[in-house]
């Protein structure tokens, strides 16, 4: 059976207890949800705006076409979880599990991923614009289709990564680590005299190594 329409935390409790795992078309927005087991359930076009999914268990969940802006997901467990074509926009997975989770076609623009865990979670196609990924770890990872222009990268690890189709125009990179990193398809922007170290060992091309430096005020003859 497929639920639909508006439900609530009692509700979606009882239907859960029974064996639903399949949502569709549901209205859970505003609701408080935190500490719930949805592992292993699917949700498809259901709204989540400003729910609190705080320490929910969300292990093997998936949410395809969805809309969570504003979403509390602080310590939730996202293992395996996966997320696709949703808009999870200002969401705050502050301390999340986020382990082999996949995100693919999201809107994660000022997201908070401060003190997320895991390993293997990946990233495609997605909006990062403006979001917290303080000591992320990208390190030996294909990154495709991120915009994380002005998000906060600070000590991110980049080693080894490829970066395609990427930006990190006004990002702020402070202790970040870019060692062995292909940056060849990513957007760089105006990188500060400063910040040049940190991009030591970095694989860049002569395009780009051009232009930064002619934002160093080098002529290039």
Known sequence: MKA???IDRTELTERLAAGERSFIDCEFAGSDLARLDL????FENCNFRNVDLTGVNLSETEFRRCQAASAKLRGADLADAVFETSDFTTADFTGARIGSARFDGCRLSGGNFTEATGIDYAFVDCLLVSANLRRMNFRKVRLHGLDMSEADLTEADFRDAILERCSLREASLKHAQFKGAD????????????????FKGAII???QASELLQGFGIKVA
């Open 4 to 6: 639909s329409g508006m």
């Open 39 to 42: 592992s292993e359930a699917r």
């Open 183 to 198: 940056l060849r398809g990513c957007d760089l922007g105006a990188i500060a005299l400063a910040d040049a170290p940190l």
């Open 205 to 207: 091309s002569k395009a």
